[in-house]
């Protein structure tokens, strides 16, 4: 990965929007900028109740180095960066989709609000949860740009939203979106990044790309069509990144079989 990638400090920050704005206002900037921010959409303590039952799952696995306070995440020292794909993570991955605080958060009544005002028709949270576990020293893991519709498939009109299980500055790997790249419609995703979450990318001129980030605090929530341009930053620090993909759609519009399996455990 070069420095040019490895280097946010020119990436602007994202509009922020305001929840309690109409459907009709919300529908509108989704449609141009491919993207809706809010920041402290979902209670704090909320999402810190999740982070603290996901990291006593990865302490018990020996994750995380006891002589620091748990909550801060910071890795075992040593420890060798895991990823999807591997035993040894989707052994603990599995308990952390089984924990009821992790799979009930994408129904909590704020992100529902915004959910029920971007889809037009009674919505449907997808069964399958996901949740990142993002080691340090693991950059060759690092998600690369593409579009949510190459795994999703189903409904174009389906809308993912990202939330970090606690503040994630930009050192720690947030996620970074290129407003308006939804209007280019569904892209070959021609790169094949080896060893990457995803592992396929579409081609992207970073001379050209305007990419959008931000220092994320917990309770800030990322939605964003399933054609739009994203991708994640790299983990730079000593302490493992958390967080959460889920994903909306209205009940009567298709869907694709998969998303209807648990993440890394059966199918895709």
């Known amino acids: 990965m070069s420095q040019q990638e490895l280097t946010t400090s020119s990436y602007a920050p994202f509009i922020e929007s305001d929840a309690h704005a109409s459907a009709v206002a919300l529908r ?3 449609n141009e900028q491919g993207y809706l921010f809010f920041r402290h959409l979902v209670p704090a303590e909320e999402v810190l109740t999740v982070r603290r039952a996901v990291l006593e799952l990865l302490s018990a696995a ?10 801060e ?3 075992m020292p040593g420890h060798k960066p895991l990823t999807e794909g591997q035993p040894e993570y989707a052994a603990v991955y599995r308990k952390v989709l089984q924990l009821p605080v992790f799979h009930n958060f994408p129904c909590h009544p704020a992100l529902m609000e915004v959910a029920q005002k971007l889809v037009d028709g009674v919505t449907l949270v997808h069964p399958r949860r996901i949740g990142r576990i993002t080691f340090p020293g693991s950059t060759a893991f690092t998600t690369p740009a593409h579009q949510d519709f ?7 009109e389906t809308y993912s939203c990202w939330t970090p299980l606690g503040d994630c500055p930009r050192e720690l790997g947030g996620l970074a979106v290129w407003p308006g790249s939804h209007t280019q419609g569904f892209l070959e995703h021609s790169i094949k990044h080896p060893g990457a979450v995803g592992g396929h990318g579409v081609p992207v001129d970073e001379a050209k790309a305007e990419w959008r980030t931000t220092d994320f605090e917990a309770g800030d929530a990322l939605f964003f069509r399933s054609y739009t341009i994203h991708k994640a930053l790299p983990n730079l620090t000593d302490r493992i990144r958390l967080s959460t993909d889920n994903r909306y759609q209205a009940s009567n519009d298709e869907i694709d079989p998969s998303a209807l399996e648990s993440h890394g455990i059966a199918g895709k």
């Open 73 to 75: 995440g910071k890795a």
């Open 62 to 71: 020996g994750w995380t180095d006891p002589t620091h306070d748990l909550m």
């Open 150 to 156: 190459y795994y999703i498939r189903g409904s174009v």
């Open 28 to 30: 509108e900037r989704m």
